[in-house]
Nanobody, 124 residues
Framework: QLQLAESGGGSVQPGESLRLSCTVS????????IAWFRQAPGKEREEVSC????????DYVDFVKGRFIITRDNAANTVYLQMNSLKPEDTAVYYC?????????????????WGQGTQVTVSS
């Protein structure tokens, strides 16, 4: 059974950085597309970034482009989300999600596996 575990969340001030980690266990990461989602209180869960299984192609939602970077280390079975220049509106619970195959699902419901989430709070 594939399991995902997020870590690296915390409380920071605007402009600071955090690096989130999503560690996969139970299967090798190589064959899974991974995405990061976030959900703020009272809002819908939204996708932030994704990375394909083969080739490591990446994509970002407009509001994080130029600030967030997603990478994967298959040897460590871990995907990272480097978040720079954080803003108060980035405050949310961040989740990683995985699905087997090259094509990244276009909706949250397309991902078969989810982590428990890690809280990110950006406040002065």
């Amino acid at each position: 059974q594939l399991q995902l575990a997020e870590s690296g969340g915390g409380s920071v001030q605007p402009g600071e950085s955090l690096r989130l980690s999503c560690t996969v266990s139970g299967f090798t990461l190589d064959y899974f597309a991974i995405a990061w989602f976030r959900q703020a209180p009272g809002k819908e869960r939204e996708e932030v970034s994704c990375i394909t299984s083969i080739g490591g192609n990446t994509d970002y939602v407009d509001f994080v482009k130029g600030r967030f970077i997603i990478t994967r280390d298959n040897a460590a079975n871990t995907v990272y989300l480097q978040m720079n220049s954080l803003k108060p509106e980035d405050t949310a619970v961040y989740y990683c999600a995985a699905d087997v195959g090259f094509v990244v699902p276009t909706t949250a419901s397309g991902f078969a596996y989810w982590g428990q989430g890690t809280q990110v709070t950006v406040s002065s």
